[in-house]
């Protein structure tokens, strides 16, 4: 499907659509969170300079409005995300009832416009898709948001107010698949039980939020596969092929949605995985063809040149385009003036980090836990 040489072919269709904000630029979770790292504006840079985002496929992600954001998060929830965002203060209310102004989910300048704007933007998103087509928003992905507070970076849930709003265009079957390094929690808890929908996620084994084990199947919604440390390239292609194209081609959705975080590749400081962003990118091709809605998104994803690099290269297979060998001058230039305070990657960073897109494929044996927890997952879908 991807044979590491250019183009990732890619079905014709109507132009993919590429859903963005400046507010990313301008904003940050604080100088020692994980996501101090600029990443959407990285990918919007990149692209431009390579050619790829032509004004015409570029939407600039409205704010949402809170009612909108009512259709999953709590009236009293949303309130306080604006009152902290106005006092620049949490209570320890905020913090024990909503989960604001912790260590993970801190008080920041945009803390309520920035996830609004992400969540606008899978609203939007929805909308856009109706009639069919595709969608990119890597400012997406936000998975762990609960209806009444933040949880693991994540204010809002988008996934979950994208597939509702899906939903709202009378589109009923949705896969939604989740190849984040962490466990989806929060679009897990939204859909339990739905049988209309279907939420496949591949994670890292005994990672935060510590669920998604492998009996756990959200009342016969979920499919969980929880991965071993250095889940490789080899490994994830199995799973793609073994377990993931399978099950959704078998559940015909008439929506897909992918979380594409980024934080499963081998340079992510947060996770133990060993992914080359080519296994990221083929799932991206191959889950293309199966629905005729397609949204992806973004997710984790903590070091600032794997992020850019990863999500402007799903960007590229989503819009049809060459993969570069080596990048533009221009391109190269966006690469080259990131910085990542505070991480030892971030004092000598490789060369290729600059001058490529493709990172060398981690490839390896696929491990016998693998192929056992794949089948007991398809004998319980009744695949076996």
């Known amino acids: ?12 269709a109507a132009p993919a659509r590429f ?12 100088r020692s969170h994980p996501l101090r790292v600029p990443r959407v504006s990285t990918v919007i840079d990149l692209a431009r300079a390579l050619g790829w985002l032509a004004p015409q496929l570029y939407v600039t992600s409205p704010r949402a409005k809170p009612a909108a954001l009512t259709h999953w998060h709590r009236h009293d929830y949303i309130a306080a995300l604006q009152r ?44 856009l898709l109706a009639g069919g087509g595709v969608v990119y928003h890597p400012a997406g992905g936000t998975h762990h948001g609960m209806p009444d507070r ?31 390094a962490h466990h989806p929690d ?42 071993p440390r250095e889940f490789n390239d080899s490994e994830m292609g199995y799973v793609r092929e073994a377990l993931i194209l399978p ?25 133990r995985l060993s992914l080359s962003n080519n296994a990221h990118w083929s799932i991206v091709a191959a ?19 794997s992020v850019g690099r990863l999500w402007t ?25 990131l910085v990542w305070e505070g991480a030892r990657q971030g004092r000598q960073p490789p060369e290729h980090w600059f001058t490529t897109l493709r990172d060398a494929p981690r490839e390896g044996p696929v491990r016998p836990e693998i192929r056992e927890r794949v089948a007991h997952l398809m004998r319980r879908r009744g695949r076996g």
């Open 150 to 180: 933040a949880n693991g970076f994540c204010y809002l849930n988008d996934p979950v107010l994208a597939m509702l709003s899906l939903r709202r265009m009378g589109v009923r079957r949705i896969v939604y698949v989740d190849i984040d």
């Open 313 to 337: 290269g799903v960007w590229g297979v989503l819009a049809g385009q060459e993969l570069p060998d080596r990048l533009s001058p221009e391109a190269e230039a966006v690469l080259r003036a």
């Open 247 to 271: 099950l959704v081609a078998g559940f015909a959705p008439e929506a897909i949605v992918l979380q594409c975080g980024a934080d499963a590749v081998e340079e992510d400081p947060l996770a």
């Open 19 to 30: 859903i963005g904000s400046e507010i990313y630029r301008r904003s940050s979770f604080g």
């Open 84 to 127: 902290v965002e106005a006092t620049q203060q949490a209570s320890v209310e905020d913090r024990t009832r909503f989960g604001l102004g912790t260590h993970s989910n801190p008080v920041h300048p945009q803390v309520y416009c920035r996830p609004a704007t992400a969540a606008g933007g899978s609203l939007l998103a929805g909308e």
């Open 287 to 305: 889950l293309r063809p199966l629905a005729p809605r397609y949204l992806v998104l973004g997710g984790g994803g903590y070091n600032p040149w």
């Open 186 to 227: 929060g679009v897990e808890l939204a859909f339990a039980g739905d049988p209309e929908v279907l939420m496949i996620s591949v994670h890292e084994e005994a990672r935060w939020p510590f669920t998604g084990t492998l009996g756990e199947d959200a009342r016969g919604s979920a499919v969980n596969l929880p991965v």
């Open 1 to 12: 499907m991807d044979d590491h040489s250019g183009r990732i072919p890619v079905p014709s």
